[in-house]
């Protein structure tokens, strides 16, 4: 990969009038896992960002032999209020563009005005969405759930075969696989019992009519994020509040939808829905 896409504050700025694109990686990921997107979008003139998450970041390597002592720890709220802190330091507001947990912080910063446009793919569950109702997410995080002890997760490469990959071949989800870094749990818990919680950090106001525009995607073949669980996701919004909630189902996509075969349909479709007037301004 070239640095302009491993440094997450390396930017192609002055090259375009275009506005920043924002990426925010998902759990047991780093800010790699968008480098095919990010270098789509580089090549079309866009100016990037992919900040990491709190504790991760570091290379694959270093993570996995050494993860954070202090990963454990990481809840929501602050992975929200990290990117909260990045995007008000920057002179406009970026287009957002969130996979997995990432999508559900896009729904959130959206919620809270912070985005041009907003982009959730494959999103983690909102409140307001039960992930235990969908059988092949409750598979996914039973590993997780079931070890409530454990501060923090591996995915072994069975469990991440099934969650992220299932739909490609052996040697795709090999090299998938050298993506995947340890996790805090507590994300996890925060998601199974957020419907328990008055202030719980997933809640997004689905009636909020003051946001920039935002499209849901889902991957017909996720397992962690079921396109059945997307759509409801989508279908929590109301249509009427003025602000537009698009949403769009890609065929035989797994929950690697963003660097699998194909990923440049995504993001044929993603660059086409930026607003006109998002793009010119």
């Known amino acids: 990969m070239n640095n302009a896409v491993m440094n997450p504050t390396n930017t192609t700025a002055g090259q375009s009038k275009k506005p920043v694109i924002l990426f925010i990686h998902g759990a047991f990921m780093t800010p790699d896992s968008w480098a095919p997107m990010r270098n789509y979008f ?4 866009y100016e990037t960002m992919a900040p990491a998450w709190p504790y991760h970041d570091r290379t694959t390597e270093s993570l996995r032999n050494k993860p954070s002592q202090d990963l454990g720890k990481l809840g929501l709220k602050e992975v929200v209020d990290h990117y909260v802190r990045i995007i008000q330091a920057l002179p406009e507001k970026p287009i957002l563009i969130g996979h997995s947990f990432g999508g559900l912080i896009t729904q959130i910063l959206m919620d809270r005005n912070l985005g041009a446009a907003g982009i959730a793919i494959d999103p983690a569950a909102t409140k307001g969405i039960n992930p235990g109702a969908y059988k092949t997410a409750s598979k996914s995080a039973a590993p997780i759930l079931l070890k409530p002890w454990r501060k923090t997760a591996r995915l072994t490469f069975e469990q991440f075969q099934f969650a992220f990959v299932n739909t490609l071949s052996l040697k795709e989800q090999k090299e998938a696989f050298s993506y995947a870094v340890p996790e805090t749990s507590r ?20 009636k909020n009519g003051n946001r920039g525009p935002l499209l849901i995607i889902a991957g017909e073949e996720d397992h962690i994020v079921p396109a059945a669980m997307v759509k409801k996701n989508f279908e929590l919004y109301n249509q009427q509040s003025g602000a537009t909630t698009q949403y769009k189902e890609f065929p035989k996509r797994s929950h690697w939808i963003i660097a699998e075969k194909g990923f440049q349909e995504v993001a044929d479709y993603i660059m086409n829905w930026i607003p006109v007037s998002v793009q010119t301004r």
Do not use: D, M, W, Y
């Open 42 to 45: 580089i090549e079309r003139g």
């Open 187 to 206: 994300i996890f818990f925060q998601s199974a019992f957020a419907s328990f919680n008055s202030a719980s950090p997933l809640t997004v106001n689905f």
